[in-house]
């Protein structure tokens, strides 16, 4: 899953945090991994702006 983009991985990560919590932290930390520093920020502020 290495050519995802940042809304891609967004979008597993809400289908992963509704189903498996070990899924959301994995695919979380893939994303971290696989995306760039400034991709991975708007990522991280996609996902606590949905929190809110």
């Known amino acids: 899953m290495k050519n995802l983009t940042y809304c891609q991985y967004y979008d597993l990560i809400l289908k992963a945090k509704k189903n498996n919590p070990y899924l959301y932290v994995a695919t979380y930390n893939e994303a971290k ?4 520093p400034e991709q991975f ?3 991280q502020q996609k996902i606590s702006n949905a929190a809110a």
């Open 33 to 36: 991994r696989n995306l760039i």
């Open 41 to 43: 920020t708007l990522l």
